[in-house]
């Protein structure tokens, strides 16, 4: 790698084979990586790293639905904790559509049944958004409550990683 003035974001989303109910379905999930690095690579300051990579592996133990808003979340908890500088923590959240019903956060069995998702990833303190990704058909009503929703829900989510970090963090100092 030739040097370069700011650092480069790694990201790699991999399942055990037995992390779905279907024995041998794990593998490596390229588009989850794709997506834990774009929810991710606004949110650290890069520049503060000049000719490092920052790698970031996610092995997933056992699915149960609403994966990649897990694997963002914790993530972004694990680079705060390894002391990697960052502009805000990232949380994520996703919300399915089924029905009329919009379900936040869907186990497996609601995500087989959905007629769409959405995934929303933000830096709560900064109230910006550094991804959102939809599939399936929404109308508009459902899109702007289901954003409002996950904006919500990802509001409430950063006050607890903010208590959880700084639990760990006073824990270490005992």
């Not at 490596?28 to 794709?34: F, V």
């Not at 929703?149 to 607890?160: F, Q, S």
């Amino acid at each position: 790698m030739m040097y370069s003035d700011i650092g480069r974001l790694n990201c790699n989303v991999s399942y055990t084979t037995f992390s779905t109910p279907v024995r041998g379905q794990g593998s490596d999930h390229k588009e989850y990586s794709s997506m834990l690095l774009k929810a991710l690579e606004g949110a650290i300051m890069l520049e503060t790293f000049p000719k490092t990579t920052v790698d970031v592996f996610a092995l997933v133990l056992e699915s149960g639905g609403s994966d990649l808003p897990v694997v963002i979340s914790c993530a972004s908890l694990a680079l705060a904790d390894a002391g990697i500088r960052m502009y805000d923590l990232v949380a994520a959240v996703s919300v399915s559509c089924l029905g009329k019903n919009l379900v936040i956060d869907p186990i497996l069995e609601e995500e087989s049944y959905q007629d769409g998702s959405l995934i929303l990833t933000c830096m709560p303190s900064r109230y910006e958004v550094t991804q959102l990704t939809f599939t399936g058909e929404w109308s508009t009503p459902d899109i702007n409550e289901a954003m409002q929703l996950c904006l919500d829900a990802c509001g409430k989510l950063g006050k607890v990683m903010r208590s959880c970090l700084k639990e760990a963090a006073s824990g270490s100092q005992d």
